[in-house]
């Protein structure tokens, strides 16, 4: 009979705790993998779950796809064409360059103090006389003239008052003498605020009007814009081609001051234009310099 020592006996233990130990880690690591298991199983969508290898579609799955794979579109994606595209209407812009602004043949030609007409005694080839009621008998260029008379008519009709020329063409001599009475009876600086030097005023065109009540009521004042006759043509006188030249609050760029009676005659197009997009002054819509005084 073999008689183990202690120490044998002692190593028997020991041997045995750790075959214990190892037993029960195996043991936990099978439990937890069958719980990582049971997890992923229930909590990865199908179309991963079934692309991991040896993984199968569950009932209802759609087709899967491994990363990086693009899927096929099908017929239910792709709308079938419905014909040919509708064209997108362009609207044309407004062409600012159409007519001359140096010409004084041009209807759009701009003169102010620092844009003399060239040559300076231009005279118009084409006026006639304008036949409406006036102070001075009217003449301007035949288009200008056709439209102060649909002008005139449109303001009687609607307001059964008149309207009458006060002055209209006025040939270089002329605008000489105008001038120069002027300067007699208030100095330079307060007639250049008020009447053009020779060779500068839009009168000389055969396309500018004075404008005054029938009979008068501050004809050839600023409270004419505060009368029936002037708060309509401010309202209305871009219907029929004209503009007011010379606004209240655009002195420094015109150069003159206030002038409700003053119309230009520059076409029904360019005053539409004009109108709709809030621009008052020649020298602003078509990109010209302000011209406050002479050079």
């Not at 069958?34 to 199968?56: K, W």
């Not at 844009?115 to 300076?120: E, S």
């Not at 056709?146 to 009458?164: H, K, S, Y």
């Not at 040939?171 to 208030?186: E, I, K, L």
Request: proline content about 9%; glycine content about 8%.
């Amino acid at each position: 009979m073999s008689v183990r020592t202690e120490g044998q006996a002692g190593g028997s233990r020991r041997m045995g705790w750790r075959r214990i130990t190892a037993i029960s880690l195996a043991a936990a690591l099978v439990a937890g993998g069958a719980v990582a298991i049971g997890f992923f199983a229930t909590h990865v969508p199908t179309t991963v779950a079934t692309a991991l290898p040896g993984a199968t579609p569950g009932q209802g799955a759609s087709a899967t796809h491994a990363p990086g794979d693009r899927p096929t579109p099908t017929d239910a994606a792709r709308p079938a064409p419905t014909g040919s595209p509708t064209p997108i209407a362009l609207v044309p812009r407004f062409d600012k360059a159409a007519r001359s602004h140096d010409d004084p043949a041009s209807i759009w030609v701009v003169v102010d103090k620092d844009r003399p007409l060239q040559p300076a005694d231009y005279a118009p080839p084409d006026l006639v006389a304008v036949p409406v009621p006036h102070v001075w008998e009217p003449q301007l260029r035949r288009e200008a003239s056709d439209a102060v008379v649909a002008l005139f008519a449109a303001f009687t009709a609607e307001t059964g008052l008149q309207l009458q020329s006060q002055s209209s063409y006025r040939s270089y001599p002329t605008q000489v003498s105008v001038y120069n009475d002027d300067v007699s009876a208030h100095g330079q600086a307060v007639a250049d605020t008020s009447t053009a030097r020779p060779g500068t005023s839009e009168h000389q065109t055969g396309l500018a009007i004075d404008i005054s009540a029938l009979p008068g009521n501050c004809s050839l004042e600023a409270c004419f814009g505060a009368t029936p006759q002037g708060t309509w043509l401010a309202h209305n006188a871009w219907k029929y081609g004209f503009l007011l030249r010379y606004p209240a609050d655009k002195v420094a760029v015109t150069g003159y001051a206030y002038e409700p009676w003053h119309f230009r005659y520059i076409g029904i197009d360019l005053s539409t234009e004009m109108h709709t997009d809030g621009v008052t002054t020649l020298e602003e819509f078509f990109g010209l310099p302000a011209a406050p005084t002479y050079p």
